[in-house]
């Protein structure tokens, strides 16, 4: 693989489940995100990590949680989904080096009912 | 609060030149970053600006006035493939992105 995954591409999920969304990078980037895109709203960080070990709070982090156990993996949990968690979420990395540009995966689409 | 103003929608000619305007009120400044977006798709990385003036890349140039608090994202040349979203986003002094609605950009044959 090249660059960042994610999965699933698209999920519906009862209120109440449990959901993690995965996603690894093969870039070997320190730095990793969590975000969310809703219509009419800029990209809202929930999580992020500096580096393996390290996690952060965003602007949204209220009802996720991340884990970062090594450089690779940012899977991101719902511990108990509500459908204001409807929206598609992104994952991002960048190297924190030079311009710092974050590189993004390509989103699930997650539907919470 | 951090503030991202762009225009929601833009319509342009294929062929013409089209202004895509971003302003910004942020707590900080250490870089400003354009990315396109295509529907269904993720962002992709166009343009960084952290001094004043122009960069250009190809059919896209990237504007900064930090004084102002203003940048635009010029396209020129304009091709049907260019129909998407334009994402501005500022990163601040806690060194985070903040990011604009986007604006959707059409291009009419």
């Known amino acids: 693989i090249a660059g960042i995954t994610q999965a699933p591409t698209s999920q519906i999920l009862a209120a109440g489940r449990r959901m993690t969304l995965r996603c690894t990078q093969d870039?070997?980037?320190?730095?990793m995100y969590w975000y969310r895109q809703d219509l009419g709203l800029g990209l809202r960080l929930i999580h992020y990590s500096n580096t393996a070990g390290t996690t952060g709070k965003g602007e949204v982090p209220d009802g996720y949680s991340v884990s970062r156990a090594n450089t690779d993996d940012f899977p991101l949990t719902l511990a108990s989904a509500v459908p204001s968690q409807t929206s598609v979420y992104f994952c991002?990395?960048?190297?924190?080096?030079?311009?710092?540009?974050?590189?993004f995966g390509p989103g699930t689409r997650l539907t919470v009912l | 609060g951090q503030n991202i103003d762009q225009p929601t929608e833009m319509t342009a000619t294929e062929g013409a030149i089209v202004q895509i305007n971003c302003t910004y009120q942020?707590?900080?400044?250490?870089?400003l970053f354009w990315y396109q977006q295509h529907a269904g798709e993720a962002p992709t990385f166009l343009s960084y600006?952290?001094l004043d003036g122009l960069e250009e890349k190809g059919r896209f140039s990237s504007f900064l006035s930090r004084s102002k608090g203003y940048s635009y994202l010029l396209l020129k040349e304009l091709q049907m493939k260019d129909s998407a979203s334009y994402l501005c986003?500022?990163?601040?002094?806690?060194?985070?992105?903040?990011w604009g609605a986007g604006t959707k950009l059409i291009i009419k044959p």
């Open positions: 870039m070997r980037h320190n730095a």
């Open positions: 991002a990395s960048s190297d924190m080096t030079g311009t710092d540009t974050q590189y």
């Open positions: 942020t707590s900080g400044f250490n870089g």
């Open positions: 986003a500022v990163r601040d002094s806690n060194y985070q992105l903040i």
């Open positions: 600006n952290v």
